[in-house]
């Protein structure tokens, strides 16, 4: 594979039919994030339809270092958070359909209402999906020290790492901001990679600690993924360009004594 070709990858959240967030964690409700479930059917076939091949970030990992190769549309699926529907809705419609994801677990919301159960989360695991962080609590990472830092990015590694006995290689950030010293502490850790909430397509060269991911918000259909992964075309620049200021916005709200928080 051409160490240019682009490799996308997807951000999702929950995948349910239900319009109420009410009985989910405070820090954990998917408003504008979630999908239903037929439409998340639907983005599995336009996947398939063009000819995308779901891979893992571990496949990328191995693909970026010569030890492995990549289909020639190689398109990732990352979940955020660990609702519980990624186990009850998700999973069935991913293995009916041969295709594989990551799932990011915030340690915190295990056990919670409408999360996941450490149970649920090993058999993620076990049906061949890899299981990355998305951190102990779900605050922004900003305004935060080294050593509060390290603490978020060990101590949740260790502990799903722990708690499910498989290894935990990629991180996800909780809501988006990244502190310019995560991905050097990130390595530090023990990480092959890191998820960032900035839009735009990967390589084989993009820095893996600084991965691009385009939301997948309530709304978009089967087309629009299908829109979306082509990279051209009208309707591909305008998701790029509304995700993008969205990005910059809140990198600049994420700031140090910003306006967030
Ligand atoms: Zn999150």
Redesign the pocket.
């Known amino acids: 594979m051409a160490r240019e070709q682009k490799i996308p990858i997807l951000m999702y959240h929950s995948v349910s039919d239900s319009g109420d967030c009410a009985g989910l964690p405070p820090a954990f409700r998917p408003l504008g994030y979630r999908v239903g479930v037929s439409v998340f059917r639907d983005h599995l076939e336009a996947l398939r339809r063009g000819g995308w091949s779901t891979i893992l970030l571990r496949d990328l990992a191995a693909a970026r270092e010569g030890r492995g190769d990549l289909p020639g549309r190689p398109v990732i699926l990352t979940f ?2 660990g609702y519980a529907d990624n186990l009850a809705a998700a999973l069935p419609l991913l293995r009916e359909g041969g295709a594989r994801a990551v799932f990011f677990l ?1 340690v915190s919301a295990l056990e919670s209402p409408g999360m996941l159960t450490w149970s649920g989360a090993a058999a993620l695991g076990e049906a061949g999906m890899e299981i990355g962080s ?1 951190g102990m609590g ?1 605050d922004l990472l900003s305004g935060r020290d080294e050593n509060d830092l390290r603490r978020e990015l060990e101590e949740s590694r260790r502990t799903i790492g722990e708690r499910l006995g498989c290894p935990v290689e990629h991180f996800s950030l ?2 988006g901001y990244l502190p310019p010293v995560l991905p050097r502490l990130a390595r530090a850790a023990g990480y092959r990679g890191l998820c960032t909430s900035r839009p735009g397509f990967n390589t084989l060269r993009t820095d893996p600690f600084r991965l691009r991911r385009y939301p997948v918000r309530t709304g978009l259909s089967g087309e629009g993924v299908a829109a979306l992964l082509s990279g051209s075309g009208w309707r591909y620049r305008k998701i790029h360009f509304t995700e993008t200021v969205r990005d910059r916005l809140r990198v600049r709200h994420g700031r140090p004594g910003g306006a967030a928080r």
């Open positions: 955020d958070d915030s998305h779900h909780p809501r």
